[in-house]
T-cell receptor
Framework: KAGVTQTPRYLIKTRGQQVTLSCSPI?????VSWYQQTPGQGLQFLFE???????NKGNFPGRFSGRQFSNSRSEMNVSTLELGDSALYLC???????????????FGSGTQLSVL | TQLLEQSPQFLSIQEGENLTVYCNSS?????LQWYRQEPGEGPVLLVT?????EVKKLKRLTFQFGDARKDSSLHITAAQPGDTGLYLC???????????FGTGTRLKVLA
């Protein structure tokens, strides 16, 4: 069974540009969550999608957006990149809705974004 | 706002030593999970604890959920270099669909 696939693995952008990251969940998983990981802030929740609907959103500016397609694949977009957006962006998939009791999150290897 | 504080932040020990990592909060969580993350990879789930006072063992790792479901600990017996990594606790936010992750404990076990 294939795991969670995130593309690209590495990305280098300059300030002001925009970026789109992709996440393919484990087959059969309908929930996809996105997290930002930085050395200073740790893992911060961005948003969670279930059946193409955003169920929850973290405390990030509107420059961060996402969507989920009918096949459960998800994308997140960051517009007008800032230096502080440099981070590892992780996607996690689960069977139903994230944070349900005993719900297991399966993480991808992440996309390392560097903003110059 | 629900927060999870982990201590210590960094830990460097010799192979064979024992260690304990703590995960604390002032909020009650319906469940807590522990993950380990290795460089260049995403976190991998180790265990989920649900009941206050629950103790779970995974080989040399022992996980405990506090009676009040506000804290948890991870104890490793006879640490090995393969235990090296970032350990993260995560709590299920009440009434939400998200997990709140702790600040992390970076463990290095020296051979």
């Amino acid at each position: 069974k294939a795991g969670v696939t995130q593309t690209p693995r590495y990305l280098i952008k300059t300030r002001g540009q925009q970026v789109t990251l992709s996440c393919s969940p484990i087959s059969g998983h309908r929930s996809v969550s996105w997290y930002q990981q930085t050395p200073g802030q740790g893992l911060q929740f961005l948003f969670e999608y279930f059946s193409e609907t955003q169920r929850n959103k973290g405390n990030f500016p509107g420059r961060f957006s996402g969507r989920q397609f009918s096949n459960s694949r998800s994308e997140m977009n960051v517009s007008t990149l800032e230096l502080g957006d440099s981070a590892l962006y992780l996607c996690a998939s689960s069977l139903s809705q994230g944070a349900h009791v005993n719900e297991k999150l399966f993480f991808g290897s992440g996309t390392q974004l560097s903003v110059l | 706002t629900q927060l999870l504080e982990q201590s210590p932040q960094f830990l460097s020990i010799q192979e064979g030593e024992n260690l304990t990592v703590y995960c604390n909060s002032s909020s009650v969580f319906s469940s807590l999970q522990w993950y380990r993350q290795e460089p260049g990879e995403g976190p991998v789930l180790l265990v989920t604890v649900v009941t206050g006072g629950e103790v779970k063992k995974l080989k040399r790792l022992t996980f405990q959920f506090g009676d009040a479901r506000k804290d948890s600990s991870l104890h490793i017996t006879a640490a090995q270099p393969g235990d090296t990594g970032l350990y993260l606790c995560a709590g299920a936010g009440q009434g939400t669909y998200k997990y709140i992750f702790g600040t992390g404990t970076r463990l290095k076990v020296l051979a």
